[in-house]
């Protein structure tokens, strides 16, 4: 199985930038995706954006333009970086993992890090 952390939670002004971290851990090489998904009070859970182990990239189109994800193959880390944000970017942020083990297709969730945008 996979384990993710995060890091990088807090309260940051409007218009700031913040950058989170999710570190992996356990069997990364099964990993195919890894992604930032986010739920405010209230609402779904959705999804920021996500990265292939190939890089490549889908983000909401919500966030589009302001926020980037990038993949640190070698601390098996990714980056989620936001900027300007806003204060309905307020939510608490997860971090995802799909991969497949053997036959087995696989969705792993870390437990989340708030971030709170004041204005």
């Known amino acids: 199985q996979v384990q993710l952390v995060e890091s990088g939670r807090g309260v940051v002004q409007a218009g700031g930038s913040l950058t989170l971290s999710c570190a992996a851990s356990g069997n990364i090489a099964s990993i195919n995706t890894m992604g930032w998904y986010r739920q405010a009070p209230g609402k779904q859970r959705e999804l920021v954006a996500a990265?292939?182990?190939?890089?490549?990239?889908n983000y909401a189109d919500s966030v589009k333009g302001r926020v980037s994800i990038s993949r640190d193959n070698a601390k098996n880390t990714v980056y989620l970086q936001i900027n300007s944000l806003k204060p309905e970017d307020t939510a608490v942020y997860y971090c995802n993992a799909r991969g497949q083990a053997g036959p087995v297709n696989y969705n792993a969730w870390g437990h989340g890090t708030q971030v709170t945008v004041s204005s």
């Open positions: 990265i292939t182990s190939a890089g490549s990239t």
